[in-house]
Nanobody, 126 residues
Framework: QVQLVESGGASVQAGESLTLTCEAS????????MAWFRQGPGNGRERIAS????????TYADSVKGRFTISRDNVKDAVNLQMDNLKPEDTGVYYC???????????????????WGQGTQVTVSS
């Protein structure tokens, strides 16, 4: 069983940047696919970015494409989300998720990840 811990959430102004980190521990073979989701106020959970082992395959939601970058640190078994040019609509709780299945990564609509973190709050003010 893998455990996921997110960090880096903060309150920022629109246009600023922020980096979130998710560190995995435990049975890290379960974290071949790692992803970030977010849930804004009154909204459902949205998958925004994912990355497979070694960074061979990444996906992004249209809402963040060109502004957010997902990357992996395979030594630390962590995944980062670099968020640039933040907008008020980026406000929400950001969750890290992991799964061993390649197809969970390559199919952007899938949300059936086996492990989830507790979330970290990002607030963007205009």
């Amino acid at each position: 069983q893998v455990q996921l811990v997110e960090s880096g959430g903060a309150s920022v102004q629109a246009g600023e940047s922020l980096t979130l980190t998710c560190e995995a521990s435990g049975y890290t073979g379960s974290s071949a696919c790692m992803a970030w989701f977010r849930q804004g106020p009154g909204n459902g959970r949205e998958r925004i970015a994912s990355i497979y082992t070694g960074g061979r395959y990444t996906t992004y939601a249209d809402s963040v494409k060109g502004r957010f970058t997902i990357s992996r640190d395979n030594v630390k078994d962590a995944v980062n989300l670099q968020m640039d040019n933040l907008k008020p609509e980026d406000t929400g709780v950001y969750y890290c998720a992991a799964d061993p299945n390649l197809f969970v990564c390559t199919q952007p609509m899938r949300t059936d990840f086996g492990a989830w973190g507790q979330g970290t709050q990002v607030t963007v003010s205009s």
